[in-house]
T-cell receptor, first 115, second 112 residues
Framework: DGGITQSPKYLFRKEGQNVTLSCEQN?????MYWYRQDPGQGLRLIYY???????QKGDIAEGYSVSREKKESFPLTVTSAQKNPTAFYLC??????????????FGPGTRLLVL | GQQLNQSPQSMFIQEGEDVSMNCTSS?????WLWYKQDPGEGPVLLIA?????ELTSNGRLTAQFGITRKDSFLNISASIPSDVGIYFC????????????FGAGTRLFVKA
């Protein structure tokens, strides 16, 4: 089955620790995205990547880092510089067709909690 | 920057009732998308709209792309308990690449 997988489902981080969230897709999508979701709020874009070895900052990139070494993988690292990391993190991917159609499909999410 | 205003913020309805929610913006969008998010899960695409004035149905769901391209609505008819969740609208702009902006969501509660 094609889809987007995120792991782990739940992640606990200690103060001052870096943690990495995994996102893998086998949809052959070109673009991948990371969003942060806080209670009662919409989705805020952290980073996105439209092709391998290239990525761009979103609206709230501070305290986060990403890499895109393979088309199917887009891991997100939450660094110790992110002072309020507790949130639900969503990964998405889309195909770039050059038309107005670039629908994003989401993974199941990772909930990060700071101990 | 571009913003989407999604309303209502939450709705409490009785099973069997119809539901309507909408998104408005001061910006013009190329595409409107509607997603549903179940608790603890990622959003799932319900309906995608690509042309101004387009009216599209998916089972009990109907969505429309506003003529001005600045708004969209989603209707759910004859609600059932499994309709509970958060519904997000998203507008897409073509800006060299694409930019997707999400509304804050409408939380739907259905009482059996």
């Amino acid at each position: 089955d094609g889809g987007i997988t995120q792991s782990p489902k739940y992640l606990f981080r200690k103060e001052g620790q870096n943690v990495t969230l995994s996102c893998e897709q086998n949809l052959n999508h070109d673009a991948m995205y990371w969003y942060r979701q806080d209670p009662g709020q919409g989705l805020r874009l952290i980073y996105y990547s439209q092709i391998v070895n290239d990525f761009q900052k979103g609206d709230i990139a501070e305290g986060y880092s990403v890499s895109r070494e393979k088309k199917e993988s887009f891991p997100l690292t939450v660094t110790s510089a992110q002072k309020n990391p507790t949130a639900f993190y969503l990964c998405a991917s889309s195909i770039v067709t050059g038309t107005s159609e670039e629908t994003q499909y989401f993974g199941p999410g990772t909930r990060l909690l700071v101990l | 920057g571009q913003q989407l205003n999604q309303s209502p913020q939450s709705m409490f309805i009785q099973e069997g009732e119809d539901v309507s929610m909408n998104c408005t913006s001061s910006s013009i969008f190329n595409t409107w998308l509607w997603y549903k998010q179940d608790p603890g899960e990622g959003p799932v695409l319900l309906i995608a709209l690509y042309k101004a004035g387009e009216l599209t149905s998916n089972g009990r769901l109907t969505a429309q792309f506003g003529i001005t391209r600045k708004d969209s609505f989603l209707n759910i008819s004859a609600s059932i308990p499994s309709d509970v969740g958060i519904y997000f609208c998203a507008g897409q702009l073509r800006t060299g690449g694409f930019k997707t902006i999400f509304g804050a969501g409408t939380r739907l509660f259905v009482k059996a």
